[in-house]
T-cell receptor
Framework: GQQLNQSPQSMFIQEGEDVSMNCTSSSIFNTWLWYKQDPGEGPVLLIA?????ELTSNGRLTAQFGTTRKDSFLNISASIPSDVGIYFCAGQRWGETSGSRLTFGEGTQLTVNP | KAGVTQTPRYLIKTRGQQVTLSCSPI?????VSWYQQTPGQGLQFLFEYFSETQRNKGNFPGRFSGRQFSNSRSEMNVSTLELGDSALYLC????????????FGQGTRLTVV
């Protein structure tokens, strides 16, 4: 099925560093969501974006909805060990037939070295 | 407010058997979507139910089916299990309206042997 192009696939950083990851698509989405998943658990919603150009923060996390509606990025500032996990972007193209269906990126595996 | 509840958390089944997974959405949410997560394919959309009707369906064989009850709880069923059906099955709860968040349960880990 269709996937979003998410990069990088993995990141190894030192505690305290900033992190940036992004997703791109050939199609327009009207909602972008960012999730974090720990091993064996379900994805946890971090940030939701609804308007092109929108910039939203949640603590040390900042995400933006690209102006073309085909991309989004997530920044994590001053990383800490508990930031370790897999981060997923998801796009939604809401419509009467597509409903709430989400299309996911491949994920970014983040490792933080203390 | 309770979150999304999926049961069971773990299942081991034999090839050829069938399995039923359950999902209780957040109170007030009318949409339940199901996703399959595997290392090779990532998160793939199975189907969405809204107000007891299937609103959208992904590209999976007919062995995968679902339903939704009047209290919005949903079940998905997989018949004639294959080894490749081993995966983490996730359900997502949302209001079903435009521009709203989707919240996931912890998932059901299905292993087919």
């Amino acid at each position: 099925g269709q996937q979003l192009n998410q990069s990088p696939q993995s990141m190894f950083i030192q505690e305290g560093e900033d992190v940036s990851m992004n997703c791109t698509s050939s199609s327009i989405f009207n909602t972008w969501l960012w999730y974090k998943q720990d091993p064996g658990e379900g994805p946890v919603l971090l940030i939701a974006l609804y308007k092109a150009g929108e910039l939203t923060s949640n603590g040390r996390l900042t995400a933006q909805f690209g102006t073309t509606r085909k991309d989004s990025f997530l920044n994590i500032s001053a990383s800490i060990p508990s930031d370790v996990g897999i981060y997923f972007c998801a796009g939604q193209r809401w419509g009467e037939t597509s409903g709430s269906r989400l299309t996911f990126g491949e994920g970014t595996q983040l490792t933080v070295n203390p | 407010k309770a979150g999304v509840t999926q049961t069971p958390r773990y299942l081991i089944k034999t090839r050829g058997q069938q399995v039923t997974l359950s999902c209780s959405p957040i109170s007030g949410h009318r949409s339940v979507s199901w996703y399959q997560q595997t290392p090779g394919q990532g998160l793939q959309f199975l189907f969405e139910y809204f107000s007891e009707t299937q609103r959208n369906k992904g590209n999976f064989p007919g062995r995968f089916s679902g339903r939704q009850f009047s209290n919005s709880r949903s079940e998905m069923n997989v018949s004639t299990l294959e080894l490749g059906d081993s995966a983490l099955y996730l359900c997502a709860s949302s209001s079903g309206r435009m521009n709203t968040e989707a919240f996931f349960g912890q998932g059901t880990r299905l292993t087919v042997v």
